[in-house]
């Protein structure tokens, strides 16, 4: 089972790892993952484990450009996020990386902080703890290329293309 | 219909077939854009994770030492110092520490200009829509596989028009206009679309350039002007980059200048936008002047007006931050740096100074700042309980002169101007 992590509308990238945690302020041995949401949501540097959701209102990820943000949810091993709706640079972010971006507004309206889900992102299948099924819409076709093949490197590596390019 | 977007006639321009809103494309970009912040991670990427040795065409990248720099510790001079020797291996433009910040340096040079297609590590990229190009902010990954394969992928945004009537009254200038859209808009009112903004032919360059590199505020893909007016003097425009009035766009909003009040964005949203009257009185311990949004010659013109032969407020500090080298030689080319000084301000390396909490003036606990910068997100500048309001240059001076958020019309030796003056900027 994997925990809901519940956010509100317009979390934006400083949140989710403050500038002054950026990869290259770190000293050695210390690793972005350990800092995601370090001030906006202690509780979650601290408790969040590998599989579980972060689930947001509007914009989820607006503000600075920097994949460190979604690297550190990344390295987290977060499962995916589900979110009202996305910043455009973090939601490319996200898929160049890997990580499932769900636009499904009423399944975040039914989903609370702490709920325990099962959630297979490939069929787009999630069941809460009290056993209601909800279907998550597939994302772009692009998108799911991408986070099939592992992330953009990786796609382009295996096809030497472009998703979409002949 | 063969009428087109100024994002989708670049766009098309750029694959070399006509293409409109909605569309998937592959893009070989005119420019690619890295800063000093993300470099490392991007080299790193595009060697690692994508297996490429080297830059596709090194033409096509320019990097810009700005966000830390000088370097503030020896983690950030070793990082440097990567990008230094990568530069060279790889025989790539870089503007180093001082030059400047990227979005300043890169109109400067007349790397951005109309009807390129420009990509950077940064998400104020859309800064480059103030000299009509299509410019547009991306991750590490993105700038990465587009720095190794010479490619990028974009879906083609659709185009919300801004269409701007009337000139600004007394004391307001184009950051109220930034401010007043994010307060209209909202932080995702643009997102995944390319704002046009019309009706501003008579706005000099420095104006377009703080409204562009606000389009990210709104959630925006790219900022793009028409290359009218002031560009037009400035830069070579292609004859195929003209304003279709009736091309096919998603909204339309109409904005009355005759309407807006000097505005402030209070803490911690950009889009939390007052009247500088719901705000005056506030106290205030550090002014902020700088940013790509606000640190230009005139910007630090304006701000030397209000300030001249005062003081600043007792117990308040002010940091100066030019957004590059030449605003810098322009500002000390007549008495406004000296007229600033004179007042008590700090002067720091042109760049991006203390915008993102690095270095420069980093805020600490319950420190409340006013800054011309884009961006109050909690903990922006330094610690989480500090708190940051944004305005407009004149409002930055007026402030620092009271140590309280204040009206630049109520100070009394301030006799300002409408702020078309498009003829008093300095020739470098």
């Known amino acids: ?166 | 219909m063969s009428t087109f977007t100024l994002a989708e006639k670049i766009l098309s321009h750029a694959v070399g077939r006509s293409v409109r809103a909605g569309e998937m494309i592959t893009v070989r970009p005119d420019v690619i854009m890295a800063h000093d912040s993300l470099t490392p991670a991007i080299i790193k990427i595009m060697r690692e994770r994508l297996g490429v040795a080297h830059v596709a065409d090194p033409s096509q990248v320019v990097m810009v030492m700005d966000h830390v720099a000088p370097a503030s510790n020896v983690a950030t001079a070793n990082s440097q110092n990567i990008i230094r020797r990568f530069a060279r291996e790889e025989n790539l433009r870089l503007f180093e520490v001082g030059r400047g910040i990227c979005h300043q340096v890169l109109v400067e040079e007349q790397i951005a200009r109309p009807g390129r297609v420009i990509i950077g590590s940064d998400s104020h990229s859309t800064s480059y829509g103030a000299v009509g190009a299509f410019g547009t902010g991306m991750g590490s990954t993105d700038i990465a596989v587009a720095m190794g394969t010479g490619k990028t992928w974009v879906r083609v945004p659709e185009t919300i028009r801004v269409r701007v009537h009337g000139r600004f009254r007394p004391g307001v200038d184009a950051k109220d206009l930034a401010l007043w859209l994010a307060r209209d808009m909202g932080l995702a009112g643009a997102t995944y679309a390319a704002i046009e903004y019309l009706g501003l032919e008579w706005l000099p360059l420095p104006g377009r350039q703080t409204l562009a590199s606000m389009a990210i505020e709104l959630g925006g893909k790219a900022g793009i002007f028409p290359a009218d007016g002031d560009v037009a003097r400035r830069f070579d425009v292609p004859d195929w980059l003209t304003v279709d009035e009736d091309a096919q766009i998603k909204r339309e909003l109409h904005i009355y200048l005759d309407e807006i009040e000097p505005q402030v964005a209070v803490p911690h949203s950009v889009d939390d936008v007052v009247d500088i009257s719901q705000i005056a009185g506030q106290p205030v311990d550090v002014v902020f002047l700088g940013t790509c949004t606000n640190g230009r010659y005139e910007d630090m013109r304006t701000a030397a007006e209000i300030l001249q032969g005062q003081r600043l407020a007792p117990g308040l500090r002010m940091l100066v931050t030019p957004a590059s080298s030449q605003e810098l030689q322009k500002a000390i080319g007549d008495d406004t740096m000296t007229t600033l000084l004179a007042a008590g301000v700090t002067l720091t390396t042109p760049g991006c100074g203390p915008c993102m909490g690095r270095h420069q003036g980093t805020l600490g606990d319950g420190d409340v700042c006013l800054s011309t910068g884009n961006r109050n997100f909690k903990g922006r500048m330094g610690h989480p309980s500090s708190q940051i309001y944004l305005a407009s240059p004149a409002v930055a001076a007026a402030t620092a002169l009271t140590g309280r958020i204040t009206d630049p019309r109520t100070i009394e030796e301030y006799r300002p101007q409408t702020t078309d003056h498009s003829d008093s900027r300095p020739v470098v």
Do not use: H
Not at chain 1, 150 to 166: I, S
């Open chain 1, 1 to 166: 089972m994997s925990r809901v992590w519940k956010f509100g509308s317009d979390v934006d990238t400083d949140q989710i790892v403050p500038g002054r945690y950026a990869p290259f302020m770190l000293k050695e041995g210390q690793d972005v993952k350990d800092y995601a949401f370090i001030e906006a949501r202690p509780d979650f540097a601290r408790n969040a484990r590998p599989g579980d959701v972060i689930v947001a209102g509007k914009n989820f990820g607006c503000g600075s450009s920097r994949e460190y943000a979604p690297e550190a949810l990344r390295r987290r091993q977060i499962g995916g996020i589900i979110a009202v709706s996305y910043a455009r640079i973090f939601f490319r972010n996200a898929i160049n990386l890997g990580i499932p971006v769900i636009e499904a507004p009423d399944v975040v309206d039914a989903l609370e902080d702490g709920m325990e889900i099962e959630v297979k992102w490939a069929s787009g299948q999630l069941k809460s703890d009290s056993g209601q099924l909800f279907e998550l819409p597939p994302m772009p076709a692009f998108a799911t290329e991408i986070i099939a093949a592992g992330g953009l490197t990786a796609f382009v590596r295996k096809y030497g293309r472009f998703p979409g390019e002949k």
